[in-house]
């Protein structure tokens, strides 16, 4: 294809590496020059970094201890010899600190885990049942109502069957709610509007058809425990949480007796045999209850983000919002916190949702695809190209070889993605999610991965840190593997499959992949329609439709987050 | 007829550099002394005996072990030296080498050795004298230019930074300089300052780097024009991928 496209990162880098920001003094040059002035200003140049530098002395001096000083790097030599410069959100005009892209310093990013870990889903139709057909009590339409207000008031922690009960403050736990759907029209009809999340509303009419279709007569609730009461313990407390209300709010709605056998039948549909919790437990050696991210397999995380049903024209901003979220999840809180630590693990999430790299990439493919294979990226199922390894060979071979010359002939995209591993997620995210696209098979996108991987390491003579030289040198050979311990589809795998569990900057981009493949089929789910539909909600504090938007505005502090507890503390 | 080992596929310039690197046939361009590398390796003083972390092999009376027999320690082993590093980082302008083909250089010629490979660095450890013959056959010959390729410890990102005017590698701890045209090290691989300047000779021309390199580029060799190296690459990946599809 010709070269002459106007690259996506064109003005964004221009922006960031030939104007002054701060004190940085780099005005000037072209973002294709190999040479430039290094000024090597330290942190005076950065007003994020000055700020900071001040508020550490504040606090040293407050606490007589000392704590952040920038000149405790490298032995006295601080963060800036080269120029410190901001970040666009990729999809955006959003220009953001990268400091600000740590998730501690970021409130949008701690509430998405927020709002996925709070979350759970849990059946009515069993708990219907054995109010019907073992107690003979009358479920209707009107009984639910009831019972979704009851338990509206339960869930957050109200009292709602004991006497001289404490409860919590409902200012304080004001994000907490259950909603309910269903696949049956009639149904969803009687139920009062405010406990429905309702598909035909939230879905394109394709989506929401298909998506009845799959959930049937069947009825679910959304349960949204307190944020701060998921902060304060872990995700494995969400099913417990709502399971608890949730009994409680049945004996309250259907004047049970407290102590009768149902109860139990009830609270085991609840914890039990009607949930489904975002992410599996693990085992012992990483050990988390579920709702904790390193059991949210890929296949979740792409059902979780919700782009798909307000740009399902456009596939590949599908595939790319699902990259930042997951990114996000599974590189700086997962991997860079669960199981790690500290803050190297931003450095390489970011690579993937900033400076519109990536989506150059994908929206090159998506024209070479688009030129090659008759329309094959865009939405359809009908005009999908045969998933071969010579469609691999072939999509996965020309992306990668893209954005490696993209390295090469913008230095200052080279400079932006200074480090290996940012570089080999980014390419290898941008193939595999293009030949998912291409073929509506996100396997196939798994294999131009690791093609990516291997012909990055040639082309350039190095790939990304050690672990790339691991789990990519030998994951082609599990991909169309389906034996147990050693492959999955992609949508079932997730951060805790054997080869996947320290992949560094590897998993947003499989779930990118799990996505693509759906988003280019057009279809309303990846692996699961009651997690689809369940974060189909605007009112949860997150906007799942934009996860990078949303990253943008806890950046730059206009994101309002939940379980804030200035309620119940001294004020500043 | 003898075996002639086959290091590597293509028909270009980087890929032949490629090939030399890998096979040790490589051109001598410099004099590093032993002091002066000793210095910049920053592990012990010049002149000064390896610190051991056993007694010499001789000494120690090794059980018998067919193993053993088998295999001659390196000098290293056989003195009981401590295990030290060596670190490279080259630049992505057209270094003449590449973190994975100093590692191939270092496994196929050199014994002993532990190499690592990531995207800004390539370390090798070793015993400290085996790993000097490595970090001494790398810095004289045509695997490194004074100004693409440097000694670095720590803080490696100047490999993909734009280069600074005077065309010597970002260092963030300003180790490597150019003066009166020719690149000295005053610090050594961790940054600590070293009693002399110690002198690497002139940088390599554009010219003689994008000659001399072992990265595709698309400014001097692109990769896409290497039909043979992306055909092996294509084959291996088919081959990993065909192992492991088992569909009864």
């Known amino acids: 294809m010709a070269d002459d496209r106007k690259r996506m990162f064109q003005k964004d880098l221009e922006i960031k590496f030939t104007k002054e920001h701060g004190d940085n003094k780099m005005e000037g040059g072209e973002i294709t020059d190999k040479k430039v002035t290094y000024y090597r200003l330290g942190v005076d140049q950065n007003p994020r970094k000055v700020e900071m530098r001040k508020a550490g002395q504040e606090m040293a001096d407050k606490r007589g201890l000392v704590g952040y000083n920038p000149m405790m790097h490298c032995g006295g030599i601080p963060l800036g010899q080269r120029a410190l410069t901001p970040s666009f959100i990729s999809g955006t005009d959003m220009m953001v600190e990268t400091d600000d892209l740590h998730y501690v310093n970021n409130a949008a990013m701690q509430q998405m885990w927020d709002d996925i870990r709070r979350t759970c889903i849990v059946g009515l139709d069993m708990a219907h049942e054995t109010l019907e057909k073992r107690l003979g009590i009358e479920v209707t339409p009107e009984t639910i109502n009831h019972y979704l207000e009851v338990l509206n008031h339960a869930l957050p922690g109200g009292a709602v069957v004991q006497e001289h009960m404490v409860e919590t403050h409902p200012a304080l736990v004001d994000d907490c709610y259950v909603k309910i759907f269903t696949g049956d029209d009639e149904l969803a009809d009687e139920i009062d509007s405010q406990f429905l999340v309702d598909i035909n509303k939230q879905f394109p009419e394709e989506q929401a058809e298909a998506l009845k279709a799959a959930i049937g007569k069947t009825t679910w609730q959304a349960a949204h425990i307190p944020t701060v009461v998921s902060r304060t313990t872990d995700g494995a407390q969400t099913s417990r949480w709502m399971a608890m209300q949730v009994g409680m709010s049945f004996i309250a709605a259907y004047n049970m007796c407290a102590g009768e056998a149902a109860v139990a039948d009830l609270s085991y549909a609840a914890k039990h045999a009607g949930v489904i919790s975002m992410g599996d437990m693990l085992p012992a050696r990483r050990a988390r209850g579920p709702n904790e991210p390193g059991g949210v397999s890929f296949g979740h995380m792409a059902d979780i983000i919700q782009t798909s049903r307000v740009d399902a024209e456009d596939p590949a901003h599908v595939a790319l919002e699902v990259v930042g979220g997951a990114c996000m999840l599974y590189d700086q809180i997962w991997l860079g916190s669960y199981m790690s630590g500290g803050v190297g693990f931003t450095q390489y999430a970011t690579a993937a949702y900033t400076n519109n790299i990536l989506d150059d990439n994908m929206y090159y493919n998506v024209d070479y695809i688009n030129d090659k294979y008759d329309g094959a990226a865009n939405k359809g199922t009908d005009n999908k190209v045969k998933a071969t390894m010579d469609v691999v060979k072939d999509i996965g071979t020309e992306s990668t070889i893209y954005g490696l010359e993209n390295y090469e002939k913008y230095p200052t995209a080279l400079e932006d993605h200074f480090g290996g591993s940012q570089r080999a997620t980014v390419l290898s995210a941008a193939a595999g999610c293009a030949t998912s696209l291409a073929t509506g098979n996100g396997n196939a996108g798994l294999s131009a991965w690791y093609l990516s991987m291997y012909l990055h390491k040639e082309a350039h003579g190095r790939l990304g840190f050690f672990g790339y030289d691991l789990q990519d040198q030998c994951g082609a050979t599990n991909v169309f593997s389906f034996q147990s311990d050693e492959g999955l589809p992609v949508e079932l795998r997730g951060p805790n499959y054997p080869n996947y569990a320290m992949n560094v900057g590897h998993q947003g981009g499989y779930t990118g992949i799990a996505s693509a493949a759906h988003a280019g089929r057009g279809d309303a789910w990846a692996v699961n329609p009651l997690i689809k539909v369940c974060f189909a909600d605007d009112m949860l504090p997150f906007d799942f439709t934009a996860p990078r938007k949303e990253f943008g505005r806890g950046a730059l502090k206009e994101f309002e987050p939940a379980g804030e507890r200035s309620l119940i503390i001294p004020a500043k | ?248």
């Open chain 2, 1 to 248: 007829m003898a075996y002639e080992a086959q290091y590597y596929p293509g028909a270009t310039s980087v890929a032949e550099n490629r090939r030399k690197h890998m096979s040790g046939k490589v051109e001598k361009l410099r004099e590093v002394s032993d002091d002066d590398l000793t210095l910049v390796l920053g592990h012990r003083a010049p002149g000064s005996d390896y610190p051991s972390t056993h007694p010499p092999l001789a000494e120690m009376g090794e059980p018998e072990c067919s193993i053993r027999e088998m295999v001659e320690p390196t000098p290293g082993a056989k003195a009981g030296d401590r295990v030290r590093y060596v670190q490279f980082v080259d630049s992505m302008y057209n270094a003449p080498s590449t973190p994975y083909f100093r590692t191939y250089a270092a496994a196929i010629n050199f014994r002993g050795v532990d190499p690592g490979t990531l995207s800004g660095r390539q370390v090798v450890e070793a015993r400290e004298r085996d790993m000097e013959e490595v970090a001494k056959f790398q810095l004289e010959t045509e695997m490194s230019c004074p100004a693409l390729a440097s000694l670095r410890g720590a803080t490696v990102h100047g490999h993909s930074l734009r280069l600074p005017e005077d065309g010597i590698m970002f260092d963030m701890l300003d180790r490597c300089r150019l003066e009166n045209g020719v690149v000295i090290m005053h610090k050594d691989q961790v940054g600590r300052a070293i009693d002399k300047k110690v002198d690497f000779g002139k940088p390599m021309s554009e010219e003689e780097a994008a000659k001399r390199t072992t990265i595709y580029r698309v400014d001097n060799v692109a990769f896409r024009d290497d039909a043979e190296v992306i055909e092996w690459v294509h084959t291996i990946f088919e081959k990993r991928t065909a192992y492991g599809f088992k569909p009864e």
